[in-house]
């Protein structure tokens, strides 16, 4: 028993502590190679766990992008009130450029011929009483030129900047079918158009130009536009019903009501439509239209 007593207090001090150090201080391999393991051990159970947690994460951020985004519902549509407000603060305060005023005057010019015809044959002049009535004149601004011009070119019909709603499913259907048979009646005309007018075949009529939904409502605007003249005077204006349903009259109307309509897609400028309307007026007050006027 002395003799091994003797034996452990005659070892190094790295042995007698246990084991912990050998020699000079370095640490013992088992000790090191227990300590690696666990370490390693502790990893690798931790590094599924914050592999899951960045997983989640980055799915989370995914998700949450995702559904912001992409997943996001669309925007309903604006209310009645809303689009209408819309239309006329776009078409108000688009104001015609010099471009512009060069389409206008260029249309203005365009349709005298017609509606001179139509106007004289609907014996809408009377020129024994031709002059220059400045307050009639400046009232037509107002009344018919400005308000029929919010209410049929700019509230009934998309603002060029605007994309049109589309049509419904079987509207647009019957439509094509309508707009393909028009299309087919009239191919011998448009042939002999495109023959007398090379540049046209460049541009040929699609074959469902009526399931547009900008030409739907310009056909839909101007129609009305038209067909409100007699109801109008056969409701309250009884003295007008037989200017206002002669065929030369509507004829006018279709032909200004189209025209008005061209030149606000054109310009997208109601100002510009205005002034169409306005000196169409104005030249048939002239011309003695204010003694068969209903206003």
Known sequence: MDGQLQQQENRPDGEARGGEEVGNGEVNPMVDEVANSASQGAEAEAGPLLEGME????????????????????APPPSLLSLAFLRLSRALTTLPSPAHLRVTLLTILAISPLMYIFASWADAFYLPQAGFPIRLILFVFVFPS???ELFWRVLLNPHPDEPPSPLPPWLH??????????????????????????????????REWLADPKVFYGVLSTSLYVLAHPFSAWMGRPAALRLFSHPGFLLCCVVLGSACLVVYRRTGSAWAAILVHWVAVSVWMCLGGRHQAPF
């Open 55 to 74: 997983q989640n994460g980055a799915h989370n951020s995914s998700t949450s992008f995702g559904t912001s985004n992409a997943s996001s519902p669309p």
């Open 146 to 148: 400005f308000w029929e």
């Open 173 to 206: 259907t019957r439509l094509a079918s309508l707009s393909s048979r028009i299309t087919s009646l009239l191919s011998p005309l448009l042939s002999s158009l495109h023959s007398a007018f090379p540049s046209l075949r460049s541009s040929p009529l699609p």
